[in-house]
């Protein structure tokens, strides 16, 4: 009840006239941010950092949620009339969106992704209002060793399980926990890898890596592939942009065990809503081969309503997961994670107790954008899909043009301006040789935290390494850490020998034939 009853008093947070227009404003955005192949949610927040701290911290944070949940449905309409997903979180939806779309029913297709995305956002929205003040009750009997513990989960995690490559992942997490490094150190008040330049005594700013990895980067990786001009392969959307009865008794069961399995993963830093659409995927699959007239392939309905609403609950709970325990699962999260601490906010346990009105505004903005979303894209999916005629020259320069206002904005300096550059270049080689940007902005987001409480731990304990295990939360942590590795490493090797089974077959094939 007192959670409700806080939800209520949230609710006349965010119903205020500037904090709807800033629901309005983030939902808007990311719709049509996410409609754009190659754009996304992250390089939204990541573009609206450096022009938002003239606002409230609640109004700044619903506008960011807007953009955060928006981004879901605008990849989705791209994946389904273009079978270009804007996201990875995307691609699943692309498998029977898409056929759907060919087959003439592309306004079936998005009101199927749009209800499958509302009703898994807000079941997972109506759960983290509880769940979020258990979160950060149980946060309170956490250490400097159970926090170095939960920082640990996220690196290896998100650079080992997530990444194709664990080489790569593991590059990209050195890199950005390589950045938080430079600066005088805040312990001994020593140097750190400052080179002498009196300008990286501070450190590097996060809002100018966020800015250079997700935005200049982005646009330096567009520039430099040679487009020719296709014919425009865009589906008509046109028709009724809503289901039959019969179709809704089809996909309801699929959104709801999507739900079910993007619930969990909100909680989990395993690359955001990747891994559950998949998963969601992969069982409304095995489900369908079982009938007597299996439908994937043909354009199932249940193929896109599961994987739609297993992304919009994975994030969900990963706000809620955010809020709680300060612990970002995907690249957006982790900016968002930015964002508080540039307000001087640093969420946790003390977050709902030092700022209530902006946690339960924040959490009654969730319901409200959802609402506004499913209103949004119903009815004007054609009209994010139009986004596609703006040329890429125009676009991506005018991207590039608000990244180095944003950090001239906020920093006035040049030498800041020379470092964003340095980093949309080392993004863009990043990107160039695949890879990932995610462990990166988790290493520079959560490696203060590690080494920090790493710091914090060891003092307190005299030296004592063992400290670092002594409590039965970090043993679980590290457990399913562990279980996590070995899960994902027996599941690559099996991969790689079914692929090497299915060579070595069409080889076999191919002398047969040639003979």
């Known amino acids: 009840m007192d959670a409700l009853m806080s939800l209520f008093e949230g609710f006349t947070h965010a119903l205020t006239p500037m904090n709807l227009l800033w629901v309005l404003v983030g939902c808007f955005l990311g719709t049509a941010v996410g409609v754009l192949p190659g754009l996304g949610s992250s390089m939204a927040v990541a573009l609206l950092l ?14 960011f949620a807007g953009v955060y949940f928006g981004g879901l449905f605008g990849d989705s309409t791209m994946a389904i009339l273009m079978n270009t997903p804007g996201q990875a979180s995307a691609i699943a939806s692309t498998f029977e969106g898409h056929k759907m779309a060919k087959a003439g029913r592309a306004p079936q297709a998005l009101a199927t992704a749009a209800i499958g995305a509302f009703i898994g956002g807000f079941i997972s929205c109506f759960l983290v209002v509880f769940v979020a003040p258990a979160l950060a009750d149980l946060s309170t009997s956490f250490g400097p060793a159970e926090f170095f513990a939960l920082a640990l989960f996220a690196f290896v995690a998100t650079s080992s399980v997530v990444a194709d490559s664990v080489l790569k992942g593991l590059t990209a997490l050195v890199l950005g926990i390589g950045i938080t490094v430079i600066g005088i150190d805040s312990v001994s008040g020593t140097e750190r890898f400052t ?7 501070d450190g590097v700013s996060l809002v100018t890596v966020t800015v250079g990895v997700l935005a200049l980067g982005e646009v330096f990786f ?9 014919k425009d392969n865009t589906i008509n959307s046109s028709g009724r942009p ?3 009865r019969k179709e809704v008794g089809e996909a309801l069961p699929a959104w709801l065990r999507g739900t079910a399995i993007g619930l969990p993963f909100g909680v989990i830093p395993v690359g955001g809503a990747d891994v559950p659409t998949f998963m969601a995927y992969g069982l409304e699959r095995k489900l369908d081969s079982r009938r007597k007239d299996p439908q994937f392939g043909k354009g199932a309905i249940r193929g896109l309503a599961a994987p739609e609403a297993a992304g919009s609950a994975t994030t969900g709970i990963a706000m809620g997961a955010l809020l709680a325990l300060g612990l970002p699962i995907s690249a957006t999260a982790a900016i968002m994670l930015a964002a508080f601490r540039q307000y001087g906010i640093q969420p946790g346990p003390l977050l709902f107790d030092r700022s209530p009105e902006l946690v339960w505004g924040l959490l009654a903005s969730f319901f409200v954008a959802m609402i506004v979303l499913l209103i949004i894209n119903l009815p004007f999916a054609p009209l994010w899909a139009k986004l596609l005629k703006i040329p890429d020259p125009y676009l991506y320069g005018g991207i590039a043009v608000f990244c180095g206002l944003g950090i001239y904005a906020t920093s006035a300096s040049t030498f800041e301006l020379l470092i964003l550059l340095g980093i949309g270049v080392l993004s863009f080689v990043l990107k160039r040789y695949g890879v990932p940007l995610a462990p990166l902005m988790i290493g520079m987001v959560l490696g203060p935290l590690a080494e920090s409480n790493l710091r914090d731990s060891l003092l307190a304990s005299g030296g004592d390494a063992s400290t670092l295990v002594s409590s039965p939360i970090t043993i679980v942590i590290y457990v399913v850490l562990i279980a ?8 690559r090797v099996l991969a790689r020998k079914r692929q090497k089974q299915t060579t070595s077959r069409a080889s076999d094939s191919a002398e047969s034939i040639s003979l």
């Open 484 to 491: 996590a590795l070995v899960y994902t490493g027996i599941g």
């Open 242 to 244: 809503f289901l039959s």
């Open 50 to 63: 450096p022009m938002t701290f003239a606002l409230d911290p609640t109004g700044a944070f619903i506008m």
């Open 195 to 201: 080179l002498g330049v009196p300008e990286l005594f």
């Open 222 to 230: 567009i520039a430099s592939r040679i487009r020719r001009q296709t």
